[in-house]
């Protein structure tokens, strides 16, 4: 609430004939700005309308006596500036007469509200005095108001005033500056801050009024407040002093010493405060000092925890120094200890490796670093561990878990050197449990990052024995099943990353989850089972969004695994919204997102041969980041045929060079392969590279890509006018597309599809209503050209995607180069085109190829 607001609740409260209010409670801590409210809001309310008297009494040590505080109300009331106040409260300054004095009979006959401000009430203490104050405030004159302004709470009955409904509390948070208050405080001083060091500012202060006025005060004039403000702390001479005299003045020495061994933690508890103090009584210290508005905050959770002010604290800080080195890393470790003990493992590693104490910073990094790491704090890991003494930094666990947390956070470079640095220590060392089983897994995890099958294979070990430790055993499970992934090996991928899922779900590990549920929808897509990998990657997805990570790696593999599988159906556009989005929110799913937004636009891109070259350029860009198998070959016909449309056969024939290399000599590969030679019509070489596919001795690394080899029999049993042929290729082809809807390879080789199914309509039983579906989805191009291609023309045409010289055509086909040159031009009138690189471009456009 801002303070023009909360001054406005006060004029209601005491102005509403319905309110029932009479006690206004302004009590914060010192600094808060409590007086300067209270007095701006009283200069505002004289100016305003209704001519409310406001009195101010100003109450110090001396007025603890009824007669002297009674005076102090007194001499506040007659100095208000009213006649018949003045009047009235003569009787109370006459010291003969003084026993007369009732504030009823001061205020009779005043018509005016009277508002009664009573200033550093926390300093009466004497029972009289507070008697005499409580009656006040219980029986108040009827046209009397009273705000007690304090420190902390008087021992009067307020709780009482509260049930009955007749106080207004107004507290420190009430009080904090907002920006726009500090703001203004600052240009008192001629300071104006951008918004980043004005939110830095406000972060430190918290809104406290005494810090921003001595951060006003310290940034006046100061050449570079961004620096200033980052170091602002207890520490600066300007807050040090305010703190000792306003703050800690008084406080005794047992509540000092207890003060600076709890502010060790950022936040205590009151147990905790014991152990670091050795006070038995540490509650009633907290009490005591939240009784007293210290600048203490309580923190409602089980247990209640404690913390002071950011400004505080950090002088305290500074002033343990005081203790002695040993006493304070003794401090350090017991909360380190007391951290560890109670579940919070980055504040106890945090506090152990202020304390140097390598014990207990390899006992938390081995039983809480890799969930450190999997929560998403490696950054907060690696500054903590980067700058420790060798004897932690070196450690063999330590140096795991900052490799665990680059490659979380996709930087395998420096994990690599990491993992370098141990080198099979744990192993050498005879640790074959925890330690050991994270070393091996990390180095999977390392091999399936870089793509390294080599060395992949080398690490896969037989040490998969159950480690107790349930989240490692899924953090293996699911690296484990990655790697059998990038192998190949699908069935051991699916029970390793089955039991990695299982166990993710059991420990309510919504990472693990994700990226288990996208290994498993790698290996169903692989399979051909579109519906069971659309599946997983929506339950990877919604775990990811769990982890409140939607940048993340797990959310970048989920989404292109559905977009991929939406593709496969020719949900072009989805597909490609779906890349488009996780590409706005994560920039670094940029060189995956860039070939799937290419290839996935390229069927409504208005210039179709510029889309085919962004992929091309995309996919030839930079280092290609590793995949599975499966998931790199389940596009490749796709992106073969765009090249080929376009009669860029240079870049199919690096497609299929790039290919063989990252994935063998599989039937993805053969595939390619043999679309090459049905595009340059070797019709015999395309479908004896093509059989082995077919007889199922080459299988394909992805099941779909079976679908388009038999689209492409069919097509070169058309081309040879082998009809029942044709036919019954393109019926192996429905019947394995079928199941899972698989559309894309029949609009990868549109005209072709278009020209076989059209043919043979209604032949192929129960799969005739899916066939139908694959015809009624195929688009329709109207050919340009008003005049057919001629018998020989055409002969020729299927020539020209070979990208033989004319002599060489006219060669084979046993004719004069001349007769080749005369059908060229006839083919390229007709076509509308005047280059040969554009006649392949429309022979395919117009399904002529």
Not at 342 to 359: M, P, R, Y
Not at 375 to 394: K, N, Q, S, V, Y
Not at 591 to 601: E, T
Request: with cysteine; hydrophobic share 45%.
């Amino acid at each position: 609430m801002s303070r023009t607001r909360l001054s406005e609740a006060l004029d209601s409260a005491f102005t509403d004939p319905h309110d029932t209010v009479s006690v206004v409670l302004v009590c914060a801590p010192a600094g808060s700005g409590k007086t300067t409210f209270l007095a701006d809001w009283a200069h505002r309310t004289r100016e305003g309308s209704g001519d409310p008297v406001i009195a101010w009494a100003s109450v110090d040590e001396e007025h603890n006596a009824p007669h002297a505080l009674r005076t102090e109300l007194a001499r506040a009331l007659a100095d208000a500036g009213h006649p018949r106040l003045r009047q009235g409260c003569a009787v109370a300054l006459d010291h003969a007469r003084a026993q007369d004095f009732t504030f009823e009979a001061a205020l009779d006959g005043v018509d005016e509200p009277v508002w009664l401000v009573v200033d550093d009430a926390h300093l009466l203490h004497e029972r009289n005095a507070l008697s005499q104050l409580e009656m006040l405030l219980r029986a108040p004159p009827e046209r009397l108001r009273v705000v007690v302004c304090c420190r902390f709470e008087p021992p009067l009955a307020f709780q009482k005033l509260r049930l009955d409904g007749r106080v207004l509390d107004v507290t420190f948070d009430d009080l904090a500056f907002t920006p726009e208050e500090a703001t203004a405080m600052l240009a008192e001083h001629d300071v104006e801050l951008g918004d980043h060091d004005l939110a830095a500012l406000m972060e430190r202060t918290e809104g406290w009024a005494a810090g921003i006025r001595l951060a006003g005060m310290s940034l006046a004039g100061h050449p570079n407040p961004s620096t200033l403000i980052e170091n602002f702390s207890g520490c600066r001479r300007a807050v040090a002093d305010y703190l000792i005299e306003q703050v800690l003045a008084g406080q005794s020495d047992e509540i000092r010493q207890f003060l600076v061994k709890t502010s060790v933690p950022e936040t205590f508890s009151a147990a905790l405060a014991e152990e670091l103090t050795g006070c038995i009584d540490a509650h009633a210290i907290i009490d005591l000092l939240e009784h007293r508005n210290f600048l203490i905050s309580r923190i409602e959770s089980t247990p209640t925890l404690f913390r002071y002010h950011p400004l505080l604290r950090s002088y305290l800080r500074a002033e343990i120094s005081l203790l002695g080195r040993r006493a304070v890393a003794e401090l350090e470790h017991v909360t380190a200890r007391w951290y560890a003990r109670f579940g919070d493992a980055l504040l106890s590693l945090e506090h152990g490796v202020t304390a140097g104490d390598a014990s207990d910073v390899e006992t938390v990094l081995s039983e809480s670093g890799l969930a450190l790491v999997l929560d998403g704090h490696g950054e907060t890991i690696e500054r903590l561990l980067a700058g420790t003494p060798p004897p932690i930094r070196d450690a063999t666990i330590t140096c795991l878990v900052r490799a665990a947390a680059y490659l979380h956070a996709d930087n395998p470079v420096i994990a690599d050197g990491l993992l370098g640095t141990i080198d099979g220590r744990s192993r050498r060392a005879g640790n074959l449990s925890r330690t050991a089983l994270l070393e091996d897994t990390l180095r999977q995890q390392l091999a399936v990052r870089t793509g390294d099958l080599e060395a992949l294979r080398a690490d896969r070990t037989a040490n998969t024995a159950p480690s107790g430790d349930l989240l490692l055993d899924a953090f293996t499970a699911l690296h484990s099943g990655h790697s059998d992934l990038h192998l190949g090996h699908l069935d051991r991928a699916v029970e390793n990353l089955g039991r990695a899922r299982a166990r993710a779900r059991e420990l309510d590990s919504p990472h693990l989850a994700a990226q288990a549920s996208a290994g498993l929808g790698v290996v169903a897509l692989s399979r051909g089972l579109l519906d069971d990998a659309h599946s997983f990657a929506g339950e990877s997805r919604a775990a990811a969004t769990d982890t409140d990570s939607s940048a993340s790696a797990d959310n970048r593999d989920a989404t292109l695994l559905e977009a991929v599988c939406r593709y496969l159906r020719n949900d072009t556009v989805r597909a490609g919204e779906l890349v488009a989005a996780a590409t706005d929110v994560d920039p670094q799913f940029h060189s995956d997102s860039a070939v799937a937004a290419a290839l996935f636009g390229i069927d409504t891109a208005p210039d179709r041969r510029s889309a085919v070259a962004a992929l091309h350029a995309a996919t030839t860009s930079g280092r290609p980041a590793p995949h599975p198998p499966g998931l790199i070959a389940v596009c490749l016909p796709s992106i073969q045929f765009a090249y080929l449309h376009i009669g860029e056969t240079t870049w199919a024939r690096e497609l299929v060079t790039n290919a063989s290399a990252a994935l063998g000599p599989v039937g993805d590969v053969h595939l390619l392969e043999a679309v090459l030679l049905l595009c340059s019509n070797q019709l015999e070489r395309a479908r004896a590279t093509l059989q082995p596919i077919l007889d199922g001795e080459t299988p394909c690394v992805a099941a779909t890509n079976v679908v388009t080899a038999w689209l492409v029999e069919a097509e070169i049993a058309r081309r040879r006018a082998h009809d029942a042929r044709a036919h019954d290729a393109l019926g192996e082809a429905l019947r394995l597309a079928a199941p899972e809807r698989v559309l894309r390879p029949f609009h990868d080789m549109a005209p072709a599809s278009l020209e076989l199914l059209s043919t043979s309509r209604g032949r192929f039983g129960a799969r005739d209503r899916f066939a139908d579906e694959v015809w009624a989805s195929l688009p329709r191009i109207a050919v340009a050209t008003a005049e057919k291609l001629t018998k020989r023309e055409l002969q020729l045409l299927a020539e020209l995607p070979t990208w033989r010289t004319a002599e060489e055509i006219a060669a084979d086909l046993c004719v004069s180069v001349n007769t080749v040159k005369t059908h060229l031009r006839g083919i390229y009138r007709k076509l509308g085109v005047t280059t040969r690189r554009d006649a392949v471009t429309a022979a395919h456009t117009h399904g002529l190829l």
